[in-house]
Every structure is written in C-alpha cells, then in structure tokens.
C-alpha cells in the first residue's frame, strides 16, 4: 500500500523527559487514522514531531514520498501538511471570514477555496462577519478545521477535536468529518473520545506512555475489549 504519510520510530524528548518510544505510524491517501490514547500518553508529541514543532531525536518522517524529519513547521504546511492544534489558536479580534483568509498557502491549489469552505460550515457561513473571539468553542473548532482546509491540504492533523464540545457539537463535528471523508480528504487525528473515533475512523492505532501498543482496522478494533480496557480505560 502507498502510504501519504509514514512515520517509523520516533523517539521524541522535552527537554531529557523521553516522551516517545520509537512510535510508528502510516496513512494512506483517503484514509482516516486515528491515534488513540489517555491524557499524557503522547498523542499531541506525536503530532508536534510530525509538524516540526518538536523534532524528534531519531527516528524518521515521509511525507508525500520525501524526509521530512526535523523539517520545520511552515515548511510541512507549504507541502501540504494542514494542522489544526488542540488549542485551536485563532485570531480573536479578526473576523470569521478574515481569520480562512489568513490559511492560504501561496502556490497551493485544489478544491478548497472561500466559497466550497463555507458551503461545506454553513455554520460558518451565518456568522463569517462576526470576530473570532466571540464564537463559540465548537463554532471556533469548526474555523480552525476550515482555516487548515483553506491551504488545500494533501493531509488534515486534527489534534483533539472534540476535546471540551458539548456533545451535540460533537455531533455535528462528526458530520463535518463525515463529509470530508466523502470528498477523499485524508484525516489523521488524535482522539480520547472512543465512539467519536469508532465512528468516523477507518484504522486506529493506540499509544500509551509513548509506545505504540496496537495498530489495526476499525473492526478489528471495535472485538478488541482488552486493548480498550487496558489502554482507553473504557
């Protein structure tokens, strides 16, 4: 299989705190994968060591076919990385529209632009004139997804999406993940909310305490109690 992303033995440190223990990963174009694992396991170390923002000590990132290990962040996006951090970062005092004006990546082209955007968050669309800090928490996720989306990425990091939404947002954010799926975009993201994973993911891949521990298909996945159990303590 072809793999859009693949990730092989990374050990990641803070400072001399080893985080990551040789964790490895792959996506394949139109897939979705999701990294599941507890508070503190290493799921957004993973996703800072793919992005750059902490370079892994060894191990190595492919993406699109090429090494990328250690490259830096706006060096990933410009290849066609689209990153949406946990906390979200948005521009508060800029408007809605302003804010997806700000996720263009100059020479990149596709399918995304301001009006397919929109038309896929109509949230967004009802309030694009509206300042960013006055959103909601699941309407500022919905901006930061769409923002990343802006850039035409060839690969969407979601890192936590549903983390502190109301569940009828998570709802709705299922939906929207839903549809993207259908338009073959392809999804890695980390996730604690096991259902919400279940539902939208096509693989699944655990970690805990900075080991991968289980990797397999959603299906395979959802006979797994003991993996569960032990690891996402359902």
Not at 39 to 64: D, E, H, Q
Not at 191 to 207: H, K, L, W
Request: glycine share 12%; proline share 4%.
């Amino acid at each position: 299989m072809n793999h859009i992303l693949e990730v092989d033995g990374l050990n990641s440190f803070y400072g001399r705190s080893h985080i990551l223990f040789g964790a490895s990963l792959s996506v394949a174009p139109g897939e979705t994968v999701c990294l599941m694992g507890r508070n503190g396991a290493g799921k957004t170390t993973t996703f800072r060591s793919i992005m750059g923002l902490t370079p892994p000590k060894t191990g190595r990132i492919i993406f699109k076919g090429k090494n990328c290990t250690g490259m830096p962040s706006y060096k990933m996006a410009r290849m066609g990385m689209g990153f949406v951090p946990e906390d979200r970062r948005i521009f508060g005092p800029l408007t809605v529209q302003e804010n997806l004006e700000l996720g263009k990546i100059s020479g990149r082209k596709g399918r995304w632009a301001m009006d397919t955007v929109l038309a896929q968050f109509p949230i967004l669309e009802r309030c694009k004139d509206r300042l960013g800090g006055s959103l909601s928490g699941g309407e500022q996720q919905m901006l930061t997804i769409a923002r990343a989306l802006m850039g035409n990425p060839d690969l969407l990091v979601l890192d936590e999406p549903t983390e502190g939404l109301a569940p009828v947002i998570v709802t709705v954010l299922k939906e929207l993940i839903m549809g993207l799926k259908s338009t073959d975009t392809t999804i890695l993201l980390s996730e604690q909310n096991i259902r919400f994973a279940m539902g939208v993911s096509d693989r699944v891949v655990v970690i805990d305490k900075g080991h991968v521990v289980y990797t397999g298909t959603i299906e395979e996945f959802k006979n797994q109690e003991m993996v569960q159990k032990k690891y996402l303590a359902v």
